[in-house]
């Protein structure tokens, strides 16, 4: 397949931080390509530059699309004033400015004008190649697909909710059916009917697809290639066969590295015994049989100068070997030692008719030790701030609280109080005793930072990195209960699946809030569901739920 979308050393910085570093990768025409990494790692920055919208400070961009390009980003505000009517006649526009000069140069054709044939069969290609001929049944399609089919057409777009707006956003671009879609975060605000059909879409269409999306779900469903952007070494890796080929080849490459850790392991063991056992060998080994003490002597010597070679040969190797080590890889993310319990038994937490005005209606729960519970509810029923009542973060206006053991929490956006330059290593290292040395070699052994990051400041992390710290802080903090708000959010999707199997080792009682679906799909524990309302009711007490 020819190449679409090509980027070629590009690089990208703003305001002096180096985004992209030299990143070379390409597209072919009619992948379906996930972009994926943490929250500010610059997937949307790579995606504005392939839709144009953002220029390289260095490098190509390279985009090969009669088609078109249309670009869905995640925030863009529609003119309050306009009806929906006028929002998808605005994305139609060039596909029916197209039609109207097909049937122009029909009717100068049917006149005898031939000069006009070699215009109409271009246009022609390019209007079948966008479906043209199927737009309008598009636009009713994407419209009941996507839960707007009721909505009136000429409703004007300040009476729609937020997530209407992007819907509403997301079904013009789909009905204007350009040849390469370029989506930013296309499954926020879609419920789960929206999501099946916008999966099938993207899956039956002909044209190119590039989407940003932390929604494993729906990369696994979608995607057929992805790339990956480290927001560390501010590259971009290609990985083939969609999602499941993404995982395999980050477990292929951890096995990689491990295995040229022994290999440089093995070889700097080998180097020292040899250096050690040739110095040892300083005579040639054999008795003077004739006599002849000045002979002996200079065979002696040579072979003490040979060995000396070798020796020094030896010792030479193992100095290059250890000047570029190979380290061992980073464990699993694992809740080791202190997180996983104190031996508790019983309840560990109880909460009492808990109330806050506005933000959470009469809610009471019991967990005891070893329980897992997911809580789940509409935006706006207070699972956020459940979790805050329960941590001791945020007093409720009605009822109490009991906690028994230790409780870490992890909110949905870390913060840190931490004073003005103080740097990743030391906000790690904050409150706790023992030398910085001591953290840092604790903080590396999670493989969550690279090593010249330690020194970067609180104040410039990424959002993802600011969620890796705070996870690195509460996985080495003592804890009989754990209160995880949104916690695969921000994170790789390679993170997040870790992050999940380290939940499945801890022992200690869980509570998670979580829209992830991956993540609801796989959960083995009890279930509660919280509704919105100025005095919401829980849908459904917590009972055991077992995986799908």
């Not at 009905?175 to 930013?184: F, G, M, N, Q, R």
């Not at 392991?265 to 000045?294: F, S």
């Not at 913060?415 to 290593?425: I, Y």
């Not at 030391?426 to 990051?453: K, V």
Request: charged share 30%.
């Amino acid at each position: 397949m020819p190449t679409q979308l090509t980027a070629s050393a590009v690089s990208k910085s703003y305001d002096g931080r180096t985004v992209l570093d030299g990143v070379s990768c390409a597209l072919s025409a009619g992948e379906r390509a996930g972009i994926v990494g943490e929250n500010g790692s610059g997937k949307t920055t790579l995606l504005r530059l392939f839709a144009g919208q953002e220029k390289p400070d260095q490098g190509e961009i390279v985009v090969h699309a009669e088609g078109g390009v249309g670009h869905l980003p995640q925030e863009e505000a529609l003119p309050h004033a306009s009806t929906v009517q006028e929002i998808i006649d605005g994305a139609m526009r060039e596909l029916r400015a197209m039609e109207r000069r097909l049937r122009e140069l029909e009717a100068a054709m049917s006149a005898g004008d031939e000069s006009v044939l070699r215009e109409y069969g271009e246009l022609l290609t390019v209007f079948e190649l966008r479906g043209g001929y199927e737009a309008e049944s598009r636009v009713e399609r994407a419209l009941y697909g996507l839960g707007l089919g009721v909505v009136p057409r000429d409703r004007a777009v300040g009476g729609l909710s937020g997530g209407e707006r992007v819907r509403l956003r997301l079904a013009a671009l789909l009905a204007a059916s350009p040849e390469v879609l370029l989506l930013d975060e296309p499954t926020n605000h879609l419920d789960d009917a929206a999501l099946r059909w916008l999966e099938e879409h993207l899956r039956a269409r002909r044209g190119t697809t590039v989407v940003v999306s932390h929604d494993r779900v729906f990369l696994e469903r979608v995607t057929t290639t992805l790339l990956e952007v480290d927001a560390d070494r501010r590259t971009v890796v290609r990985y083939g066969n969609g999602y499941a080929g993404y995982l395999a080849e980050k477990a292929a490459a951890r096995r990689r590295w491990a295995e040229a850790h022994e290999r440089w392991r093995a070889e700097a063991d080998r180097l020292r015994e040899t250096a050690a056992t040739t110095a040892r060998r300083v005579a040639p080994g054999r008795g003077m049989k004739d006599g002849n003490k000045m002979a002996y002597d200079r065979a002696g010597g040579r072979v003490q100068q040979s060995l000396a070679s070798r020796v020094r040969n030896a010792e030479e190797r193992l100095r290059r070997l250890l000047a570029e080590p190979v380290p061992p890889p980073p464990e699993p993310l694992r809740f080791t030692g202190a997180p996983t319990g104190s031996g508790m038994r019983g309840t560990v937490l109880e909460a009492e008719d808990i109330s806050v005005g506005g933000r959470l209606g009469r809610t009471g729960l019991t967990l005891t030790a070893g329980q897992r519970l997911l809580v789940t509810g509409a935006n706006g029923a207070g699972k956020s701030t459940l979790l805050h009542i329960l941590a001791g973060a945020l007093e409720p206006d009605t009822g109490r609280v009991v906690r028994r053991g230790r409780v870490g929490h992890l909110p949905q956006e870390p913060k840190f109080a931490v004073r003005e330059g103080t740097t990743l290593l030391e906000a790690f290292a904050a409150g706790r005793p023992g030398p910085l040395e001591q953290h840092a070699e604790r903080l590396m052994s999670l493989g969550l930072f690279a090593a010249d990051r330690l020194e970067t400041p609180v104040g410039r992390l990424s959002t993802g990195q600011r969620q890796r710290l705070a996870l690195a802080r509460l996985v080495t903090e003592p804890a009989d209960v754990l209160l995880l708000d949104e916690p695969t959010n921000h994170l790789s999707p390679a993170l997040a699946e870790e992050l999940e199997r380290a939940l499945e080792q801890y022992d200690g009682a869980l509570v998670v809030v979580s829209h992830d679906r991956r993540l609801r799909q796989r959960w083995r524990g009890a279930h509660l569901a919280l509704t919105e309302g100025p005095c919401p009711l829980l849908a459904g007490a917590a009972e055991e739920r077992s995986r799908p």
